[in-house]
């Protein structure tokens, strides 16, 4: 999931609980440059982004017209995606380019996605599902680069977590009410971190740490090249599902858009958000929110604070 904007204070409390990281506050502070290579991220996969947000299972995803057996599938997908990475990235701990940004207690996601599955699928879950040939491809090049090349799991980690930190939280929400899922969580501890207290602050420390990586210029330039590979291999993953959902029963279940004060991530900032949006067509996505939110008994009295929430959503990164 792509870079994302840089926050403009790091001064929010550091991660506290479930093991996690402490630091003191201000360590996430930095002064942003061109050269940086976070913003050398956002720069150079501008347009892999853009490409991204636009895919119809993204769009019709951040409608709340979700098909349960997709989301299952996505799930799949991810557990092998995020298997994959975290087996690399362990392998490769102590390389000077990873060590940095070895945080499995609060962003390793494998054993989140595992519990999720089981949910779905029972507790014979392993034998259920396979690696698709979309994912097979995505994970085999993870699998490349962590034997050949381990500095460029930076472009794979930093896409993903960045992310799911940011835009993730919205995207929970909307499933959540989309499948009518658990309140409790069960189904969504992909999007559950609870190693960190405050994702703000996680973020800025993890791209100060990013930023502070000792690497030449062809090395930054190869990684934010594999930032746009990780998203074309996203992007294959998107068309799989689209394919897939041609041949299911249609069982979408509107949901729409949740009120930005029910959600602990900022849309502003979700990996697959449009920001064309305002521009080209927000007048007629506020008006299919709010006949899906009329269609809800508490729809009637929200209305008028949802549209007030989009108008600031559409103001701005998937994973």
Not at 77 to 91: G, N, P, Q
Not at 200 to 223: C, V
Not at 286 to 299: E, I, K, S
């Amino acid at each position: 999931m792509p870079a994302e904007k840089m926050d403009d204070s790091g001064k929010e409390a550091g991660i506290s609980n479930g093991g996690g990281l402490v630091y003191e506050e201000g360590e996430a502070e930095e002064s942003v440059r061109p050269e940086d290579l976070s913003e050398l991220l956002a720069a150079g996969t501008k347009e892999s982004h853009d490409k991204a947000e636009n895919t119809q299972f993204v769009k019709d995803f951040l409608k709340g017209r979700i098909r349960r057996e997709l989301f299952k599938l996505g799930t799949v997908a991810l557990y092998f995606t995020y298997t994959a990475m975290e087996e690399e990235i362990e392998r490769n701990k102590e390389h000077p380019a990873i060590a940095p940004l070895y945080f499995p207690a609060e962003i390793h996601r494998h054993e989140a996605l595992a519990r999720d599955l089981e949910y779905f699928y029972g507790e014979d879950w392993e034998s259920q599902v396979s690696c698709s040939p979309a994912a097979q491809r995505y994970t085999g090049r993870i699998r490349e680069v962590g034997r050949d090349e381990p500095a460029l799991l930076v472009a794979h980690a930093y896409t993903r977590y960045m992310g799911d930190l940011s835009g993730g939280q919205v995207l929970k929400k909307v499933a959540q009410r989309a499948m009518k899922l658990p309140s409790t969580g069960e189904g969504l501890n992909f999007f559950q971190f609870d190693g960190i207290h405050s994702a703000k602050a996680f973020k800025q420390l993890y791209r100060s740490r990013m930023n502070e990586l000792d690497l030449d210029e062809p090395t930054k330039e190869r990684i934010v090249a594999e930032a746009n590979l990780a998203f074309q291999f996203n992007m294959e993953v998107f068309s799989e599902l689209e394919e897939i959902g041609k041949t299911l029963q249609d069982e979408v279940l509107d949901a729409g858009m949740p009120v930005h004060g029910d959600v602990q991530g900022d849309i502003s900032k979700c990996p697959y958000y449009n920001t064309k949006m305002a521009a080209s067509g927000g007048a007629s996505y506020a008006c299919q929110m709010a006949t899906a939110a009329l269609r809800h008994p508490t729809g009637q009295v929200l209305l008028a604070a949802l549209v007030a929430a989009l108008a600031g959503l559409v103001a701005w990164y998937l994973m």
